[in-house]
C-alpha cells in the first residue's frame, strides 16, 4: 500500500468531509473543530514550526494530523486534529503520518505535546515513545531528541 504524505495548505480538500462523518460516528468531535476553525481562521496551521498534513491511498484521505505551537509550554509544539480513518487503520498509516508530524517538529521545539482523548489513542502515542506528563495524566510528551536521527519515513511529500 503506498502513502502520500501531502501537505495542507490553503485549502482544507474536500475528502475531510468524509473523515468528519467517521470521526463523528464514532464520537469524535476533533476533526470537525479542524474544519470550524479553519473556516473561521482561527488555526491555519501557519505559525513558525505549525503544520497540518494529510497522508492519501490513491485518491482517498485516509488520515490528517498536524502540529500546532503549544503556549503553555515553552519550546513545545502540539499535535493536534489526528485521524485515520477507521477503515485504514492498522496498516501503519497513522504512524507514517505521526513520524511525517515529528520529523517536521525536529527543527522547531525540544517537546512535543498531545492529548489523546482516548485509551487506544493513548496506546498509539506510547508507542511512538510518549510518556505521561506530570502533574495531569492527559498529557503525553515526547522529547525531540529521543527520535533517531534520520528517521526513515517512506510514502512521498508534496503539497495541496
Excluded at 79 to 90: L, Q, T
Excluded at 109 to 118: D, K, L, Q, R, T
Aim: some cysteine.
Amino acid at each position: 500500500m503506498s502513502v502520500d504524505i501531502r501537505v495542507i495548505r490553503d485549502r482544507l480538500p474536500r475528502e475531510i468531509a468524509d473523515l468528519e462523518s467517521e470521526a463523528r460516528r464514532e464520537g469524535h468531535l476533533h476533526i470537525a473543530r479542524l474544519i470550524d476553525e479553519w473556516s473561521a481562521g482561527d488555526i491555519r496551521f501557519e505559525r513558525d514550526g505549525e503544520i497540518l498534513l494529510g497522508a492519501y491511498v490513491g485518491q482517498a484521505l485516509a488520515g490528517v494530523g498536524g502540529v500546532t505551537v503549544e503556549p503553555a509550554l515553552s519550546q513545545a509544539l502540539r499535535m493536534r486534529r489526528f485521524y485515520v480513518s477507521p477503515e485504514m487503520r492498522g496498516h501503519g498509516i497513522g504512524r507514517l503520518l505521526a513520524l511525517a508530524l515529528l520529523n517536521h517538529a525536529r527543527d522547531f521545539c525540544s517537546v512535543v505535546i498531545v492529548h489523546p482523548g482516548n485509551p487506544d489513542a493513548a496506546k498509539f502515542w506510547a508507542a511512538l515513545g510518549f510518556r505521561p506528563y506530570a502533574p495531569d495524566g492527559d498529557t503525553l510528551y515526547l522529547e525531540i531528541a529521543q527520535i533517531p536521527s534520520g528517521q526513515d519515513v517512506s510514502g512521498s511529500f508534496s503539497t495541496l
